[in-house]
T-cell receptor
Framework: GAGVSQSPSNKVTEKGKDVELRCDPI?????LYWYRQSLGQGLEFLIY????????KSGLPSDRFSAERTGGSVSTLTIQRTQQEDSAVYLC?????????????FGPGTRLTVL | KNEVEQSPQNLTAQEGEFITINCSYS?????LHWLQQHPGGGIVSLFM???GKKKHGRLIATINIQEKHSSLHITASHPRDSAVYIC??????????????FGTGTRLTIIP
């Protein structure tokens, strides 16, 4: 595609429900990143994929958060048993190879609201 | 203390003024990015640099590795430059993993 796409653009859910957020990176980009931005707060790094593997999952806020990437393309971020503090905009970005060598291209984000 | 500190947090200037936003970091970085987040929320990567200086149009980014400091300059500022500017650094953790950390951003408002 022309850019990074994310779906849904908005998600409202009830506390305790599970949600899945999807990211479609730019075709051919091997590196994919998930970030979170809570209301009025800065960006928070969650997880980074190089191909299908995530070398470091320590940025995930709790064990209710998980992410996977299959086929080196689409990634899903799953939040189980959502809590109100999970409400935020979840952003995905991709780059050709690495944060250290390449520009990141950001998706529009998914705004998650947990009631 | 945050690993990445930006200043100022907020900046209001008149159209045409020269703008400087600063970023200081405490880790040994591999790369530094400047990002722009518009009021609608979209984020655009402006620069990625690991040394020296880069220029794109009215924007200039510099980095001093020894002083662990980077600056973003905007010449002939325009109201459309109004946005939040974010400094982000990448570094290798003690466990050998790539890590990313962000400054809290500088909110720039350019008044016509």
């Amino acid at each position: 595609g022309a850019g990074v796409s994310q779906s849904p653009s908005n998600k409202v859910t009830e506390k305790g429900k599970d949600v899945e957020l999807r990211c479609d990176p730019i075709s051919g980009h091997t590196a994919l990143y998930w970030y979170r931005q809570s209301l009025g707060q800065g960006l928070e790094f969650l997880i980074y994929f190089q191909g299908n593997s995530a070398p470091d999952k320590s940025g995930l806020p709790s064990d209710r958060f998980s992410a996977e990437r299959t086929g080196g393309s689409v990634s899903t971020l799953t939040i189980q048993r959502t809590q109100q503090e999970d409400s935020a905009v979840y952003l995905c970005a991709s780059s050709t190879r690495s944060f250290f060598t390449d520009t990141q291209y950001f998706g529009p984000g998914t705004r998650l609201t947990v009631l | 203390k945050n690993e990445v500190e930006q200043s100022p947090q907020n900046l209001t200037a008149q159209e045409g003024e020269f703008i400087t936003i600063n970023c200081s970091y405490s880790v040994g970085i591999s790369a530094l990015h400047w990002l722009q987040q518009h009021p609608g929320g979209g984020i655009v990567s402006l620069f990625m640099l690991s040394s020296g200086k880069k220029k794109h149009g009215r924007l200039i980014a510099t980095i001093n590795i020894q002083e662990k400091h980077s600056s973003l300059h905007i010449t002939a500022s325009h109201p459309r430059d109004s946005a939040v500017y974010i400094c982000a650094v990448g570094y290798i953790s003690n466990f050998g993993n790539e890590k990313l950390t962000f400054g809290t951003g500088t909110r720039l408002t350019i008044i016509p």
